[in-house]
C-alpha cells in the first residue's frame, strides 16, 4: 500500500515524538482502560494505532488468551509495531474510514487523536461500531476545544501559532475540535454514552506533561510556515515565547482540551 500522508511525518524523528507523547499520556490512558473494564482475555481494536505503543500496552492487559487488533494506514508506522514482535498483535494497514475491521468481533475499542484528522468522522463510528460486539465499550480522547492552548501570562506570539495549527486541519475538511460532535455521532450509531470527561493541565516547564505540546510546536512550525499559515517571523516569534518560558520561569502552559468519552456499544 501506498505510504499516507501525515501532517508531522511517518520518519523516525515522528516516531520518536509519537513515544514521548504516549509516555505523557499513557497514566491517563490506563486509567480510562480501567475504567471502562479493559481486561485480560478481551479482544481491543486499537484505532490509528501509530507506531503501535497503545498496542503493545494492550498486548500486556489482554494477555496471551486475549488480541490486538491495529489499525493503521501508515506502512512506516505499522513496521515499527510489526517488529516488536508481540504475538497477540495483529495489524490492518488501513484507513478507519474506509478498511473494515471485521464484524462483532472485539470487546473494546481504543482511540487517541484520530478523529480530530478525519473528514468523514461518521464512517469511522460507524467503522468501529460494527467491530464492537453488543455491550463492547469504545474508549477516545479527542480535542475539545484546542484554542484553550496557550501560555500564562498570555502570549499572543505562541496564541498566533496555535490559531494557525486549527486553521491548518480546517483546510484540509477536518474539526480538529472532534470531540465535540463524536457524542452524538456515536449515539446514532448505536452507543449510549458512559461517561464524558474533560482533560486539561496547567504546568510548568519542569512538569513532564509540557513535553507532550511543545514538541508537538516545534515540530510542526515549518509545515506551518512552508503551507501559508505563518510567516516566518511568526513563527520566529512563537517558538521564542516558548522558549523564554522555559528559560526564565513563572510562565505556565494551558495544555489542549481533551474530552474522554466511554461509550458502550448497544
Not at 494506514?73 to 516488536?84: C, E, G, I, P, Q
Request: glycine letters at 8%; aromatic letters at 8%; a negative charge.
Amino acid at each position: 500500500m501506498t505510504e499516507r500522508n501525515y501532517v508531522l511525518g511517518t520518519h523516525d524523528a515522528e516516531i520518536a515524538r509519537l513515544q514521548l507523547q504516549h509516555r505523557v499520556w499513557r497514566p491517563r490512558m490506563y486509567d480510562a482502560w480501567r475504567r471502562a473494564g479493559v481486561t485480560q482475555g478481551q479482544t481491543v481494536v486499537d484505532v490509528g494505532s501509530g507506531p503501535g505503543y497503545a498496542s503493545l500496552d494492550l498486548a500486556e492487559i489482554v494477555g496471551p488468551k486475549g488480541r490486538v487488533i491495529a489499525i493503521e494506514r501508515s506502512t512506516r508506522f505499522l513496521d515499527v509495531l510489526r517488529h516488536a514482535a508481540a504475538s497477540n498483535v495483529t495489524t490492518i494497514e488501513g484507513d478507519i474510514t474506509e478498511t473494515p475491521i471485521g464484524e462483532s468481533i472485539a470487546d473494546a475499542a481504543w482511540c487517541r487523536w484520530v478523529f480530530s484528522w478525519l473528514t468523514k468522522p461518521g464512517l469511522g463510528v460507524a467503522n468501529i461500531a460494527r467491530a464492537l460486539k453488543p455491550g463492547g465499550v469504545a474508549v477516545f480522547h479527542e480535542y475539545l476545544n484546542y484554542a484553550s492552548w496557550g501560555l500564562a501570562p498570555h502570549s499572543p506570539a505562541f496564541s498566533t501559532f496555535v490559531t494557525a495549527v486549527i486553521d491548518s486541519v480546517a483546510k484540509t475538511g477536518a474539526n480538529i475540535d472532534s470531540a465535540l460532535s463524536l457524542p452524538r455521532l456515536l449515539e446514532e450509531a448505536g452507543f449510549d454514552i458512559i461517561s464524558l470527561t474533560p482533560i486539561v493541565d496547567v504546568v510548568t516547564p519542569d512538569n513532564h506533561v509540557w513535553l507532550w505540546p511543545t514538541a508537538f510546536a516545534r515540530g510542526f512550525r515549518d509545515k506551518l510556515v512552508a503551507d501559508g499559515f505563518l510567516t516566518a517571523a511568526q513563527a520566529t516569534d512563537a517558538m521564542t515565547a516558548l522558549d523564554r518560558a522555559e528559560s526564565d520561569g513563572g510562565t505556565r502552559m494551558v495544555t489542549p482540551i481533551v474530552l474522554e468519552i466511554i461509550a458502550r456499544r448497544r
